[in-house]
């Protein structure tokens, strides 16, 4: 795989619940590569995903494309997609493109981990 | 693939315009920002005004390049970035050679779906920018025109 300024990881807190940590830049050409993570994760089960932004740098809209995809396809197998710890940059994106009210946005990743069952489905 | 330097950019007495042909294709949009930054922070535009001219930058080149993918239309042309330095403001020109596409219908398709992953480019580039110009013509490409004012200007 080509060297990207983006760096995905993932890591799986229960079967049904995993973080994925998006580190760097994230554009047109690396999104292919954060589509295949979230729909890898969801294949194994996944039900509740939490995006971990601390690090992330730069989101396109084709990575935001990415994360919307994620969403829908958690939410309609009674799942969700959550967002921790963006940074300010992150975080005006996400309100320029309204999608802080289309994702549920937390402070951190532990924050981000809990009470699956308020929104999004019943765990 | 050359690294833009940050020195040398307004090194010549005349030089009011920085002109970037890039290859059509994804790996190369983040060459094209880090240009445009640098172009910026020579200029004196603040921190937050340099990543709002990258964000638009780099939608302006996905737009052309995406549109390029989805209408099977060669991706082995070229796309044009010119940097246009005025006293008080940075105009960035993005030009392709597709066949152009239309931002009222990409707007009314965000407007009818939130959920919606089109349209989100341009609705950035329309906040980020000071002002945005789309020229389009049948076989002659997109031309987009934005231009941010220097802060306190």
Known sequence: MDRTDAELSSQQVDGQTAVLRIGGEVDLY??????????????????????????????????????????????????????????PRIRKVLEITRLLNVFEVRESVPEALKDWGARGGKA | MGRPRGKGVMTTAIASRVELKIPSRAEFISVARLAVAAVAARMGFNYDDIEDLKVATGEAL?????????????????????????????????????SGFDPELRRQALERDELQEGGLGLLLIESLMDKVDFKTKPGKGTLVRMTKRLAGS
């Open chain 2, 62 to 98: 996905t737009n052309a390049i995406q549109h390029a993918e989805t209408t099977g239309e060669a991706t082995d042309k070229d796309i044009v970035v010119v940097c246009a330095m005025q006293s008080d403001a940075l105009i960035i020109e993005v030009r392709d050679s597709g």
């Open chain 1, 30 to 87: 690396n999104t292919p590569q954060l589509k295949e993570q979230i729909l890898g994760l969801i294949e194994t089960g996944v039900r509740h995903l939490v995006v971990d932004l601390s690090d992330a740098e730069y989101l396109d809209s084709t990575a935001l494309g990415a994360l919307i995809g994620g969403l829908k396809r958690l939410r309609e197998r009674q799942g969700d997609l959550r967002l921790a710890a963006p940074r």
